[in-house]
């Protein structure tokens, strides 16, 4: 099998690391130059979408498969005026979520099932199919908990190594919140509550001003 893989060289090792080294992959930084790779057999990971969610035109001619990430959209947001004939689902691309064991999916059509459990078969991978909605579940629930954990640190509840290791032995996660956060970057956890709070206005998303703050900072440099 041919995978595309449209992001970063991290994005592509953890496509890699997940689904092994006996497909043929092909890599791009942007769209752009994509395209040469785009053929009807090819099976899309697109990582960009999300930062370039206008991108989508680049699908518009391309008849085969593309999972899109939906850390911040869905797909009903996402191609509500695409013209294409691609045969879409949706995923998260925040790092250490690809290369979990179970693939988080979400569907555009019902029908499309199928498909999806030939194309998981082919990719070596067990999946869940999730609600198309923005940040899936599981990124979700993460974010989440890292917010939580923040204003905990805020309120000098705890510390961040006593919430780390009470997260990994009273839940069995691989990570505590502020590990994960590291590993996903914070400035992703902010955007995925950034943009559930938005479609939602669910005050359990509003981003905790310590997180926030740490976010400028490390965007800033500082």
Same mark, same amino acid.
């Given at each position: ?45 697109? #990582? ?30 996402l191609i509500k005026s695409a ?5 879409? #689902?949706?995923? %998260? ?33 067990? #999946? ?52 994960? %956060? ?41």
């Amino acid at each position: 099998m041919e995978i595309l893989v449209i992001g970063t060289d991290d994005n592509l090792n953890e496509s890699r690391h997940k689904f092994g080294n006996q497909h043929v992959y092909h890599a791009a930084g942007s769209h752009s130059k994509a395209k040469e790779f785009l053929k009807p057999e090819t099976i899309v990971f697109d #990582f960009e979408i999300g930062e370039t969610p206008n991108a989508i035109s680049f699908y518009k001619d391309f008849d085969g498969t593309a999972f899109l990430d939906l850390s911040k959209n869905s797909l009903k947001l996402l191609i509500k005026s695409a013209a294409t004939t691609t045969t879409f #689902f949706g995923f %998260c691309g925040i790092p250490t979520f690809l290369s979990r064991e179970i693939l988080e999916v979400s569907l555009h059509e019902s029908d499309d099932l199928g498909e999806l459990n030939d194309l998981c078969l082919k990719l070596n991978t067990k #999946f869940a199919v999730v609600k198309d909605q923005v940040g899936l579940v599981t990124p979700r629930v993460i974010c989440m908990i890292i917010n939580e954990a923040y204003f905990s640190i805020q309120e000098n509840i705890a510390s961040r190594d006593d919430i780390d290791l009470a997260m990994r032995l009273g839940t069995n996660y691989p990570f505590g919140p502020f590990e994960w %956060c590291e590993k996903m970057g914070i400035r992703n956890v902010c955007e995925v509550l950034n943009a559930v709070y938005e479609n939602t206005k669910d005050e359990r998303y509003k981003i905790c001003e310590l997180l926030e703050a740490e976010a400028v900072r490390f965007t800033h440099g500082h």
